[in-house]
């Protein structure tokens, strides 16, 4: 099994190659911090892609009750994977509750059995597991000052896990599932008909700036979170915050043109929230 070390540079070689541009952002943190932050995206990129693996269901299903297993296994030091000792020493660190790494391993199940949501209430279960489970990991992470940070924390990830079901709804939907409200989308005179053909009609830019302006909301109550975070945390919060807002404005921008390209943020405007937020690295924690 790989030293402590090793295992950092394990997760700091995974989070380089597959978290994009967005590897970035760690580097508005201290190294220690920064290290963590590899170890935490680790852990959650290889759960995704262990729940995004094609092939049948019950296969997937026992890979992913293998890695809860594993997981649960290097909490209590009994390491099975490469990452699991920086992992394991990630939440020992910063007292990241378990139940919130368990949240995500549910919320990525959750993608095998349900693929309709009748409901906001309901989408907003999936959203807290994906998204909002991985912020509150953050948060204890990065260092915050009351528990006032937990909710706004929430509405982050809610937030995020929005605009991508927005950015994704093409892609989404070619694999068999529709993460907008079934009686959202039924009340806007939309339907999945329509949604097969690519059609952009007046139901549809009323359905999609219903979700655009809900996903505004989370944003706004999100921003409270600032107040909270240790000093040189906000700096990687509000980076991460204002590239999803910016992703979610550049979407109202085009009309939401969703069919034809994905939307992105360019790696200039990206470097360009970077340099704005890089002043909170040099505060102290």
């Known amino acids: 099994m790989l030293s402590q070390k090793e295992s950092f540079d394990y997760c700091r070689?995974?989070?380089k190659d597959q978290a994009g541009n967005f590897y970035l952002t760690f580097h508005l943190l201290p190294k220690l911090k920064s290290d963590s932050m590899c170890a935490l995206y680790a852990f959650m990129r290889i759960s995704?892609?262990?729940a995004d693996e094609p092939g049948k269901i019950d296969f997937t299903r026992k890979a992913l009750g293998n890695w809860r297993e594993q997981t649960l296994g290097a909490l209590n030091g009994q390491f099975s994977h490469p990452i699991h000792p920086a992992f394991a020493l990630m939440v020992q660190r910063h007292q990241i509750p378990h139940q919130y790494l368990l949240d995500v391993l549910d919320g990525v199940a959750m993608d095998l059995d349900i693929h309709r949501y009748q409901t906001f209430d309901e989408l907003y279960k999936y959203c807290y597991r994906v998204a909002s489970a991985v912020g509150l990991c953050c948060i204890h992470l990065w260092g915050f000052n009351s528990e006032k940070a937990l909710l706004p924390a929430e509405s982050a990830g809610i937030a995020l896990q929005?605009?991508?079901i927005l950015r994704d709804i093409k892609e989404d939907y070619s694999l068999g599932r529709v993460y907008i409200p079934q009686d959202e989308i039924a009340r806007f005179n939309y339907d999945e008909i329509k949604l097969s053909k690519n059609e952009r009609d007046e139901c549809?830019?009323?359905?999609?700036e219903f979700q655009a302006n809900r996903a505004?909301?989370?944003?706004d109550e999100a921003q409270e979170l600032t107040q909270y975070l240790d000093g040189n945390a906000k700096g990687i919060f509000l980076a991460m915050l204002h590239t999803?807002?910016?992703?979610?404005?550049k979407m109202r921008k085009n009309n939401f043109?969703?069919?034809?390209n994905r939307v992105r943020i360019s790696t200039f405007r990206k470097l360009c929230l970077l340099a704005k937020y890089l002043p909170y690295s040099w505060k102290s924690s």
């Open 244 to 249: 999803y807002k910016a992703i979610l404005d």
């Open 257 to 260: 043109d969703l069919f034809n």
């Open 162 to 164: 929005l605009t991508n």
């Open 216 to 219: 505004a909301k989370y944003y």
């Open 48 to 50: 995704d892609d262990i």
């Open 13 to 15: 070689k995974i989070a």
């Open 204 to 208: 549809f830019f009323n359905l999609l």
